[in-house]
């Protein structure tokens, strides 16, 4: 195992409080509830949004905290959920008379936890849960049912953030999330593994001329081990899959994100990207929305994942509301 | 060799036509030149600004055309510089009356060419060279004098940048960018190294346990191959050497970034970015601004670098001055 890290250990703790002291005038951080607050507090009465999940897969959530998008961030350990305590203490943080809503990634570990903080919290709490995943079908990790939730989360977080800020209730605000979600599909492909720090070694092992077609945010396995393919076949790969789940109606905008896995660079997800909306725009699909970079990681694994969303009218206005996060930023 | 291409003499255009089309709203793409404009016309009269290099190093400079930065960017063959015609194209398409400045990396390719290319050019252009790494002595590419320039380039463009855009003259903006680079140093690691798509093998090699201290951004060797050290002591190691460039008054206010090299991800730069700035603040320094990301790669390299910018009151509202490109984006 080769990082920049001091010890596994205190990479976490450490890598938390950079990214807050570097965004300082945004977010701040409770070391003691391991969480990424919003630096200013939202108008009372407004639904506050919290998610969470295990680490690695920065910039997610934590880089997604602040105006429009986010109000709280629980960190877990590198792979691993946060703890009710956490949520239970992120929802009082926030908490301004609206309603808490929790966008919770489809992982067995993490809707246990979310639940219990829901049952916990004394005001009101709801879930929506994300599982834009399409690589396989109840490919949740652990015990459970359904897709896993990976990039595609973030589309979720920045509509339903927007529509919180507009001061939209929360039945409405989950109605919004629901329907990003449910019109939001991701699909990555794996050209090397990760190493978690605190185990020291690769949670698999990919030969030289392999990929992992459909792979999970933490390593899990895909659809298919492949030889390398070129990033047009992939990107036709990920296009069907995602549009057997979303539809493939012409009429509406396209949002579409090409994410890095954490060890891709910038020019191959220009690539990526740029196939993917080659094969779109030629069979008359038009894509009105585009991010190209490294949103949702798993640690230093190569690879990369499209996401595309559907959006109507009132989602890509929602969209396009302003933002103000450490990676998310327009006006 | 394993990448999200689609082969290696396409990989270049495609990824440029990704990009520009990703962010078509701020830039667009001259093909035949291989350069990447700003979207909309500077005011006339002002200094035009056009930097450029090989490529490989995403989103240097591409990332950084927009208002308030760069004019344009001249994209060479991947770690090759880009050719005068390139860079002449450029300067007409984007003068407006006030003369043009070439923002150049220090390797003598590109100096060779670009120098070539104010020769050439009809209305008054002038050039800066940018040599903020501080690995070593005469590190400078190919036969040459001086250090190799790198990460802190960002700098000095987004402070030209705004130094253009208020107005100013060419020899005060060259002046400026001048002082910004002598107040810049810059130093990286490398916890593995690249494949030039064309060439197909890693440029070097680093054993299990090795990392390149002071690596250059094609692979160059640096100051030392050294066992695998923590991310305090690889932090401590390159305050050291930039504060020896830029002087350590503690009065100025520090500007601190941390780059990924392409194949480190976002929480082992925030780690490094952590372990600098404590021993920043730790000494009785200011950092008062700070980036983290990777904002100049070496394609897939692991790796990271520091760069601090000793920013006097000019500097740093300059540094404050509204940007808008596809990477650099606050108001």
Chains 1, 2 share one sequence.
């Not at 009465?45 to 959530?61: I, K, T, Y």
């Not at 305590?85 to 808490?100: F, H, I, K, R, S």
């Not at 652990?142 to 990039?151: D, E, K, T, W």
């Not at 076949?233 to 296009?239: C, G, M, P």
């Amino acid at each position: 195992m080769k990082k920049i890290i001091n010890a596994p250990e205190k990479a976490l703790p450490e890598a938390l409080e950079g990214f807050t002291t570097c965004h300082g005038h945004m977010v701040r951080y409770d070391a003691a509830a391991r969480t990424v607050l919003r630096r200013e507090r939202k108008k009372d009465g407004r639904v506050a949004l919290v998610s969470g999940g295990g680490s690695g897969h920065e910039p997610m959530h934590i880089g997604y905290v602040g105006r429009g998008m986010l109000d709280a961030a629980c960190t877990g350990q590198i792979f691993t959920s946060p703890t009710p305590d956490q949520m239970l203490a992120a929802a009082d943080a926030v908490e301004t008379g609206g309603g808490v809503i929790f966008i919770v990634k489809n992982y067995a570990g993490d809707i246990m936890n979310f639940e219990m903080a829901v049952e916990m919290h004394h005001g009101r709490a709801m879930i929506v849960i994300t599982d834009d995943d399409v690589a396989l079908e109840n490919s949740m990790c652990a015990s459970g049912q359904g897709n896993r939730g990976v990039a595609g989360t973030l589309v979720v977080e920045k509509i339903a953030g927007a529509a919180a800020e507009r001061g939209y209730g929360i039945d409405r605000c989950v109605e919004i999330a629901q329907q990003t979600n449910a019109a939001t599909g991701s699909m990555a492909v794996a050209l090397s593994s990760c190493v978690v720090p605190a185990a020291g070694t690769p949670n698999f092992l990919l030969g030289e001329d392999e990929m992992e077609l459909g792979v999970g945010i933490h390593g899990e396995a895909g659809r298919e081990r492949i030889k390398a393919r070129s990033a047009d076949d992939l990107a036709e790969l990920f296009v069907d899959s995602i549009l057997e789940r979303i539809g493939t109606a012409k009429d509406d905008p396209l949002l579409l994100m090409c994410n890095g896995l954490g060890g891709s660079p910038p020019i191959e997800l220009y690539i990526l990207y740029n196939s993917a909306r080659k094969i779109l725009t030629s069979r008359g699909y038009r894509v009105e929305r585009s991010l190209i970079g490294t949103f949702c990681s798993a640690l230093e694994m190569a690879g990369a994942s499209i996401t595309l969303t559907k959006l109507d009218m009132g989602l890509l206005n929602l969209w396009d509301d302003p933002v103000e996060t450490p990676v998310l930023r327009w006006a």
